[in-house]
C-alpha cells in the first residue's frame, strides 16, 4: 500500500470515528462471563468517556474488572457488504472518575448529546468513566486493517506477511 493510500485510510477513520455518538462495551461479568452492552461516548486526549448508571450491569462489571474492549462499528443500513462493515476495536482499562469534577469532559457531552439531558443525568446516579486504550485496529474492509491508536497517531497496515507500513504523523 502506498503511503497516500494510508493518509487517505487515516483520514477515512478519522471521518468515520467522528460521526459516531455510541460505542459497544465488551464487559466481563462476576463469573468472568462476556457481556455485550453500548454507551454514548466522546473522547478526548486519547481516552473514551462514558457516563453510565450505577444500575447498569456494565457500571458494576467495570467496577470489579476494569479490562473492557471497546467497538465502534458502521451502521448496518450505510454498509455496501456486511461481511466487511467498517470498524474499529480497543482493549481499554476503566477506570470510575465520578460525578464531580473533570468539567472539559462533560462540556463535550453536553455538546454533543444535549445540555438539558446532561444535567438531568448529573442529577441521577450515573458515574464518568475513563476508557484508556492500550491497543487498537480498525478495519475499513476486505485486506484493510491498521493497527491505531484513538487519535490515529499510530496507522499501521496490517499484511498479511506479518510486516505492516506505518503513516507519518
Not at 482499562?93 to 443525568?121: I, P, S
Not at 486493517?145 to 504523523?169: C, E, N, P, W, Y
Amino acid at each position: 500500500m502506498k503511503a497516500m493510500d494510508l493518509e487517505t485510510m487515516k483520514f477515512q477513520y478519522l471521518d468515520f470515528a467522528s460521526r459516531l455518538k455510541t460505542v459497544m462495551l465488551s464487559t466481563l461479568d462476576e463469573g468472568d462471563q462476556p457481556f455485550i452492552s453500548y454507551a454514548p461516548f466522546v473522547n478526548q486526549s486519547g481516552k473514551f468517556y462514558i457516563y453510565i448508571s450505577k444500575i447498569a450491569n456494565h457500571y458494576r462489571h467495570l467496577e470489579t474488572n476494569s479490562a473492557v474492549d471497546v467497538m465502534l462499528i458502521e451502521d448496518e443500513a450505510s454498509t455496501p457488504n456486511l461481511f466487511a462493515r467498517q470498524r474499529a476495536r480497543f482493549v481499554c482499562t476503566a477506570c470510575n472518575l465520578g460525578n464531580d469534577g473533570h468539567e472539559e469532559v462533560f462540556a463535550q457531552f453536553d455538546r454533543q448529546f444535549n445540555k438539558n439531558m446532561m444535567n438531568m443525568l448529573r442529577s441521577l446516579d450515573f458515574s464518568l468513566f475513563e476508557l484508556t486504550p492500550s491497543k487498537g485496529r480498525y478495519v475499513a474492509g476486505f485486506g484493510q486493517a491498521f493497527d491505531i491508536d484513538l487519535t490515529a497517531d499510530t496507522f499501521l497496515h496490517v499484511a498479511r506477511d506479518g510486516h505492516g507500513q506505518s503513516s507519518d504523523k
